[in-house]
């Protein structure tokens, strides 16, 4: 076989192909919420959700499209089982749930993050520790799509929570000097 020769030990380049796998993992398990939520969603808004979530997963199939070809250009194999998934992702699946519109935007909110969090610990660490900076600036562009996707969430619930019942809190919004 081919020996990669890309400025990178074969221990540096390994310990970056883990990283992108965790991060396969928790990509598939966001993707299959949002579609999950896509398919799901009900009330007022539906329409409004389900073309935002169809957006959204479009945007992560292509990303962790982007993920494995990176990994396979690193010399490894992305994890590609359902096992493989679950065993590495840091994010949690909620298995029988069928919550509030909003409430699926609160949970899709924290996922993305949470990846966002990773990302920015992985960016440094491919830069400090494994010094592949390609990588690292890979990553960055794809924590760029997610505070992206966590901002497009939150600002569609900001000022919409609801309660269980249905029923909105009764809550004034702080608008920012100047507004």
């Not at 796998?21 to 579609?35: E, F, G, M, P, V």
């Not at 509030?100 to 949470?114: F, G, I, N, Q």
């Not at 600036?137 to 799509?145: C, H, K, R, V």
């Not at 929570?161 to 919004?173: H, K, M, Q, V, W």
């Amino acid at each position: 076989m081919y020996k990669i020769n890309i400025g990178l030990t074969d221990a540096q380049r390994q310990g970056v192909i883990e990283l992108l796998n965790r991060d396969i993992a928790d990509s598939y398990l966001l993707l299959i919420k949002t579609k999950k939520y896509h398919w799901d969603v009900v009330g007022s808004q539906f329409r409004s959700l389900h073309k935002l979530w169809e957006e959204q997963y479009e945007a992560l199939t292509e990303a962790i499209d982007q993920y494995a070809e990176r990994v396979r250009a690193l010399g490894g194999y992305p994890v590609g089982t359902a096992q493989g998934f679950l065993d590495l992702a840091e994010l949690e699946e909620h298995p029988g749930q069928v919550p509030l519109a909003t409430d699926m935007v609160s949970r899709l909110v924290l996922d993305h993050e949470s990846v966002i969090r990773n990302l920015r610990e992985q960016v440094d660490r491919c830069s400090d520790e494994f010094h592949d900076e390609g990588t690292a600036d890979f990553l960055t562009g794809l924590m760029e799509q997610h505070e992206e996707m966590a901002w497009m969430l939150r600002s569609f619930i900001q000022g919409e929570e609801l309660f269980p019942d249905g029923s909105r809190p009764n809550i004034t919004a702080e608008l920012p000097i100047g507004v």
